[in-house]
């Protein structure tokens, strides 16, 4: 795995963990090493930015040469790489309504800008996105189609594009990943707390807005509140940090309806548990790991 550094002007340094694309293995090491520097509190570094296989410092020059700050990433590097890496993190249960008529409503106004109406197109031009992603990954049924989505535990891989926006990587083996092309041109709208997916990333869509990822489904359960109203924003506005891990379960339209309302009264609560996470233990069985793990949430 190649690192490439890359000044940004004179006061950022980017780094890229992996040339050979997105992976979990490139993930866990831009978060080690991030983790590693804000235990260091290094004098003249004032940002520190964890990304998809890469992750970005500030600093300022004037107290940390850029020499100095090159040598200690790269010192970094070669402490991390084929370390045996575990992390202490959340394990997050997050209710969803798949299948919901509210994102429903709001991807029949953008068929315009799905595969399903371009030029050629066999598909059905009435076909939702999970159907749509049902097809694209060789499901029997939208309702298989759902119990895959749920049954493995997803991976926080980054925080970004809008605040509080996670981006997810299902914790399967890489070839059994669900992955769907995004929207051909990006819809002008999205309702707050779908659940995306495009190419093998997931989301949550934190707030209202323009999107591209194909719509599942919609969480009652809020990523990002500026107010921090509900008890699990105790600590921060954005809830989700990189290296959480999120187990989705599927509720219905009654129980969601529900949920919103103790959001609106500021009684919603979430199931938070403490876990640890092994990165080469994961890979030695990923179906038996994720198992284990979860038993956490019984």
Excluded at 122 to 137: F, G, K, S, V, W
Aim: hydrophobic share 40%; glycine share 8%.
């Amino acid at each position: 795995m190649a690192f490439r550094y890359s000044f940004g002007g004179d006061t950022f340094l980017f780094v890229e963990v992996s040339e050979d694309g997105m992976s979990l293995e490139a993930f866990f090491l831009a978060m080690a090493i991030c983790k590693k520097l804000r235990e260091m509190q290094v004098k003249g570094i004032t940002e520190i930015c964890p990304a998809n296989a890469s992750y970005m410092i500030a600093f300022d020059p004037d107290i940390l040469p850029h020499d100095k700050a090159l040598e200690i990433l790269k010192s970094l590097e070669q402490e991390v790489v084929g370390a045996q890496t575990t992390i202490q993190t959340r394990l997050i249960e997050i209710p969803v309504l798949y299948n919901d008529p509210y994102t429903h409503t709001c991807l029949m106004g953008f068929r315009n800008n799905h595969q399903c109406r371009e030029p050629g197109s066999t598909l059905d031009p009435n076909m939702t996105d999970i159907e749509y992603a049902r097809q694209m990954n060789g499901y029997a049924s939208v309702e298989e189609f759902i119990e895959a989505h749920a049954k493995s535990p997803w991976f926080v891989s980054m925080i970004g594009f809008v605040a509080g926006l996670p981006w997810l990587y299902q914790l399967v083996e890489r070839a059994k990943q669900i992955q769907v092309p995004k929207y051909p041109i990006a819809r002008i709208d999205t309702p707050a707390l779908t659940i995306g997916h495009g190419g093998c990333f997931g989301c949550i869509y934190a707030v209202r807005g323009g999107g591209g990822y194909q719509m599942m489904g919609i969480t009652p359960a809020p990523v990002w509140d500026p107010a921090q109203r509900l008890p699990y924003f105790k600590e921060s506005m954005v809830f989700l940090n990189p290296g959480d891990i999120i187990k989705f379960t599927p509720c219905s339209e009654s129980e969601y309806n529900a949920y919103v309302k103790q959001v609106e009264e500021g009684t919603f609560t979430l199931k938070i548990r403490q876990t640890p996470f092994s990165l080469q233990e994961w890979q030695a069985d990923p179906v038996s790991y994720n198992q284990e793990i979860l038993k956490a949430l019984a």
